[in-house]
């Protein structure tokens, strides 16, 4: 069972259109990280959101942090071709040996032209 | 400043063989990671190191070790290589703040076992 839920996993858009990508757990996260994965590197981290109901904005990317602090959004105002990539949620929990930063399987989103 | 820096970049083993990858953490970061990342797992936690100290343990078989030098640099070593270990391996180091607030993983190390 994965733990951190993403969908959709696959999204194929035009450039200009809007699109949501959701994060979604039944277990509380102490905070909840995205990150953007280009093929051939690592993933670069986005924004970090620790607050239940917390949105950010970064340009015309929203994140927003769920009330119970289970689940997020990630909003794309706007895509361009440069958006393309994997989004990738990770949830970091305290464990007894320490902080687990756990990953969903990530959003492959293409933007096309 | 330098980000994380892993080596080689990429690898071809034979079954039965072992590895050993590295990785250099950015500077003034104590708290490396290490992750594999596949097609079909996506994302997954092998170990953290903190202070030459594994402070904590993915679930993943004895064959996996790491190790961290009091420079912060960290090594990864994988024995008796099987097929199924042919994943992209990534580094990824956290300061001050720790991994609540996020990681900077490295380009990582593609390992393919033939």
């Known amino acids: 069972t994965q733990l951190l839920e993403q969908s959709p996993q696959f999204l194929s858009i035009q450039e200009g259109e809007n699109l949501t990508v959701y994060c979604n757990s039944s277990?509380?996260?102490?905070?909840l990280q995205w990150y953007r994965q280009e093929p051939g590197e690592g993933p670069v981290l986005l924004v970090t959101v620790v607050t239940g109901g917390e949105v950010k904005k970064l340009k015309r990317l929203t994140f927003q942090f769920g009330d119970a602090r289970k689940d997020s959004s990630l909003h794309i105002t706007a895509a361009q071709t440069g958006d393309t990539g994997l989004y990738l949620c990770?949830?970091?929990?305290?464990?007894?040996?320490?902080?687990?930063?756990?990953f969903g399987k990530g959003t492959t989103l293409s933007v096309s032209s | 400043k330098a980000g994380v820096t892993q080596t080689p970049r990429y690898l071809i083993k034979t079954r039965g063989q072992q590895v050993t990858l590295s990785c250099s953490p950015i500077s003034g970061h104590r708290s490396v990671s290490w992750y594999q990342q596949t097609p079909g797992q996506g994302l997954q936690f092998l170990f953290e190191y903190f202070s030459e100290t594994q402070r904590n343990k993915g679930n993943f078989p004895g064959r996996f070790s790491g190790r961290q030098f009091s420079n912060s640099r960290s090594e990864m070593n994988v024995s008796t290589l099987e097929l199924g270990d042919s994943a992209l391996y990534l580094c990824a180091s956290s300061g001050q703040g720790g991994i609540s607030y996020g990681y900077t993983f490295g380009s990582g190390t593609r390992l393919t076992v033939v």
């Open positions: 277990s509380v996260f102490s905070s």
């Open positions: 990770a949830g970091a929990r305290r464990q007894q040996a320490g902080t687990a930063l756990i």
